[in-house]
């Protein structure tokens, strides 16, 4: 939770009290960054540019008790402008590394870890945004609709949709293997 | 695991697995560039806003965002003329644009049809709206000293998805003059009502817009809209008359010409109640 009187003082234009509050968000933007991309130079830039919009915005902020929600929508936002600028990305993706704790099935982890990493990036960027918050943040679909200013109907369709898409994606890649013993 | 359970795991014990930490150049870079960045002006709804903006600011900004819609007009649509209202002269000057202000612009945006009537059950007015907008009548009078902000039960709204209309009124205090609560309304440090800005015609009673076209944020009914705002006393009251949303000052205009007022319906909160307060404003 973020100091009230930091927020007060950076919409009145303190520089300092926002540096503060920028240390103390920042790290939790990017990792949601990150992950809605799955870029790590796509979620540095979508984080810059989200910082330097709020310090341009936070005076515009009605209620600063709602500062991390509020920079959060900011940070989805540049999000999506990062996804649409950098369409191409998919022939040039980074995957992200997959040194998770191993398991006596590790390889079958892997393999899911590798088709969910693709399945993923193959999500409209808006339903990945709220997959993640949803999933990674832990938010509850009517806060996420309320942070990204959406019906709380197309919060649950998109997560909906995101959901029926992985399982989609997962089946089809599993299935031929088991019914053919052929790739796909 | 591909049944939703076993799928929704595995789902988040791999998002688990990224970064949780910011690289410091991304701070860093930032933080540059946020040291010469500038913070833009605390665009709020009236009676906060104005403190903030002097006439001069705004009749600048007002004058920039006509260039920029006639100039955007001219030229994307050369060949389309607006409803009901001539195409701009391409070669007006910055000074015959500035001298017009107060007149609507011709408008990209089309007008609804007009065809349904709200009359308020407590502020005073009525107003023509587009059929299947939503009408939220005011629950609650106006407050003196109290601001509009959206959402507050002293205003009537009626809106649809991009595009809201709230008005509120309240009785001028006892030997309160137009002038005076038009000036306490608007804020401006001025000395008589044309310090709110340029002249509007509500009904065929003579306003004043202070929020001309401004960009909405911060509650606005939907991102990238513009804000309008008008006041003017009739029969003893006064008015506000915002919108915003997608609109432009001749949509804005085009809802004015409809308004009707009918001050002595209006309902006031005790009369005593009102004096008290009206001191704190003026």
């Not at chain 2, 009359?119 to 009078?141: C, D, E, H, L, M």
């Amino acid at each position: 939770m973020v100091d009230r009187d930091l927020v007060e003082q950076a919409r009145r234009g303190d520089r300092e009290a926002f540096t503060v509050l920028v240390h103390q968000v920042s790290d939790s933007l990017y990792a949601v960054a990150q992950r809605i991309l799955r870029d790590s130079s796509l979620a540095e830039d979508a984080l810059q540019n989200a910082l330097v919009l709020a310090w341009r915005r936070i005076p515009h902020l009605r209620e600063p008790e709602r500062f991390e929600a509020w920079i959060h929508r900011i940070l989805v936002h540049a999000c999506y402008d990062e996804s649409q600028r950098a369409r191409q990305w998919t022939a040039n993706v980074r995957v992200l590394p997959m040194d998770g704790p191993s398991t006596p099935d590790g390889s079958a982890v892997i393999a899911d870890r590798d088709q969910l990493e693709r399945a993923f990036r193959r999500l409209p960027v808006d339903q990945r945004a709220v997959f993640v918050l949803h999933h990674y943040n832990g938010l509850p679909l009517v806060e996420i609709a309320d942070m990204l200013e959406i019906p709380a109907g197309t919060a649950r369709s998109r997560l909906h949709y995101a959901t029926r898409s992985l399982r989609d994606a997962l089946t089809a890649e599993a299935e031929p293997v088991v019914k053919g013993g052929r790739l796909a | 695991m591909t049944d939703d359970r076993s799928l929704e795991r595995a789902a988040r014990s791999w998002l688990e697995e990224g970064p949780t930490q910011a690289p410091d150049r991304a701070v860093e870079a930032a933080l540059l560039r946020i040291g010469s960045t500038p913070q833009e002006r605390d665009l709020r709804i009236p009676w906060r806003l104005s403190k903030m903006i002097n006439p001069a600011r705004i009749a600048a900004a007002a004058v920039i965002a006509v260039l920029a819609v006639g100039g955007a007009f001219m030229i994307l649509r050369p060949s389309q003329s607006s409803v009901g209202a001539p195409s701009p002269s391409p070669s007006a000057s910055a000074g015959a644009v500035a001298s017009a202000v107060g007149t609507p612009r011709p408008s990209p945006i089309t007008v609804p049809a007009l065809t349904q009537t709200f009359t308020s059950p407590r502020n005073g007015f009525s107003v023509k709206y587009p059929t299947g907008w939503t009408i939220i009548p005011a629950t609650q009078s106006w407050a003196a000293g109290t601001s509009t902000d959206w959402g507050n039960p002293a205003l009537d709204a009626i809106k649809t998805s991009d595009v809201r209309l709230v008005v509120a009124s309240q009785r001028l205090a006892s030997g309160q003059t137009p002038d005076a609560w038009l000036t306490a309304y608007c804020k401006t440090g001025g000395t008589s009502a044309s310090s709110c800005g340029p002249q509007i015609k509500i009904g065929g009673e003579t306003g004043y817009v202070d929020l001309d076209g401004e960009p909405a944020v911060g509650g606005a009914i939907v991102a990238g809209g513009v804000i309008f705002d008008a006041a003017v006393v009739v029969g003893g009251r006064g008015y506000v008359i915002t919108m915003d949303g997608i609109l432009d000052r001749a949509y804005f205009q085009a809802f004015l010409d409809t308004v009707s007022f009918d001050a002595p319906s209006a309902v006031d909160p005790p009369k005593a109640l009102t004096s008290a307060t009206a001191s704190a404003t003026s």
